[in-house]
């Protein structure tokens, strides 16, 4: 659960593939095609005309042509925009879990750190034998502080059990710190838990 | 309540569904690659200085004589292989991608859960109540099915309907948000397996 800009993502992801499936079938329509090797021979000679046409018109004495330099300018420009599409990727972690003002609390304005949060509810699942590991962490989803609780039980577990163990210790954390945050609880699978006994261990 | 709501459905969306980010991050890596390349050759052009491997006059005068280059089949692999890669992000952009998770009905909070936990889970049950081996119980959870396979014992007569009862009870236990189907397959061990 993070920020990433998904449309962000899809859209390049689509313009990109469109591109590559008209160049892609452009190169096998003009071999197969005369008329279309006719057009393509008309359609470049003319670009390239008018590109060397462009460029000794533009030509700044001493220096290049202007046309080379807004070529270059678009580059930059482009990749510019590529490297924000990879800074939109990720992000919305955030520190603080729960937070009252002194309107809603006589201490005034408290905040619960992701840190103690994360420490109580860990050190309370640590001591169940079913589940192997977990992370907790705190979002910004639209503004809202909600909390992540992440756990990977032994394989052969039931979930239902699980979360309503989780459940059970948001809750008390909720009644500690007075102040419900919205929790989203997610049961994981992987390689821990493969390569884990699968059985809860009987001591 | 309704903004925790919506916050609540907008997690479980993007929880359930691929962020296509591992696509996206090659894509825009070779495009900055590429485009720092063609900068390179522009600016060594202009310099007048040797190409690292074409000037841009060449590479156009490449792309003018494309339709008569050979070998011929080479080029249009080529193209062919262009238009996949094309149509393959087109199907990463506009298929849903949807993550191999559950979402769990729960009041108050929202639970997602994987595939794989819910399969073992099942498959863990119907070993306990059938008795047989937990190894002999495959369980296969996709986006709207459960597909359970035992192999019970040689000889050992088996009947699929009450442990076909026991996965859907356990799944309405669960209590998915999404409906699913649940198949049971018997599979038994042929005779040459048992040599």
Known sequence: ?203 | MTTTDSTFRRIVRRETHSPRTVATVIVVAILILALSYAAVEIVLALASQPPLLVTPAEAWAWVIALPTLQPSSAVIAGGVVLALFGVLLMVLALKPGRLPRHEMAWNGRVVVVDNGVIASALAERVSDETGVAREDITVGVGHRTVDVTVTPGPGVPFDSAPVKQLVEEEIRIFELTQPMNTRVHVSRARESDLD
């Open chain 1, 1 to 203: 659960m993070n920020q990433t800009n998904r449309a962000l993502n899809r859209t390049l992801l689509l313009v990109v593939g469109l591109v590559l499936l008209i160049l892609g079938a452009a190169v096998v329509t003009v071999f197969v095609w005369p008329v279309a090797a006719e057009y393509w021979t008309k359609w470049t000679r003319a670009a390239q005309n008018w590109m060397e046409q462009a460029i000794a018109a533009t030509m700044i004495p001493g220096m290049a042509s202007g046309v080379v330099i807004g070529v270059l300018a678009l580059i930059v420009l482009l990749v510019g925009l590529l490297i924000f599409v990879l800074t939109r990727i990720g992000g919305g972690r955030s520190r603080t879990v729960l937070r009252s003002t002194a309107a809603d609390n006589p201490l005034g304005l408290v905040r619960v750190n992701d840190a103690f949060a994360s420490d109580a509810l860990k050190q309370a699942l640590g001591q169940r034998g079913e589940i192997l590991f977990s992370t907790v962490t705190t979002h910004e989803v639209r503004k809202e502080p909600v909390m992540q609780v992440s756990v990977t039980p032994r394989q052969n577990t039931s979930p239902r059990g699980v979360v309503e163990d989780v459940d059970h210790l948001v809750t008390n954390l909720a009644t500690l710190t007075g102040k419900t945050v919205p929790t989203y609880i997610s049961v994981r699978s992987g390689l821990r838990a493969k390569f884990a006994d699968d059985q809860r261990r009987v001591n």
